[in-house]
């Protein structure tokens, strides 16, 4: 009796030890937060070039009205 208590004992503690999720499992949650930072580079890339255009657009402006001024 000792022997099959101590035998379902060790069994559950062994199945309920391996709460590690799988390889496979973490590669996909790798690769999806990979995809998702990725896109969000590409988000904030579009919007640097977007301020990089309208800074250039504001520079000419400022130059033109500085050269209207003179």
């Known amino acids: 009796m000792k022997k099959l208590l101590l035998t379902a004992t060790l069994s559950l503690l062994f199945l309920a030890c391996n709460m590690n999720p799988s390889k496979e499992a973490r590669i996909q949650n790798l690769e999806t937060e990979m995809q998702q930072a990725t896109e969000r580079i590409s988000e904030l890339e579009d919007r640097v070039q977007t301020l990089e255009d309208l800074n ?9 009205l500085e050269n209207r001024e003179n």
């Open 56 to 64: 250039e657009v504001l520079k000419t402006r400022v130059i033109q």
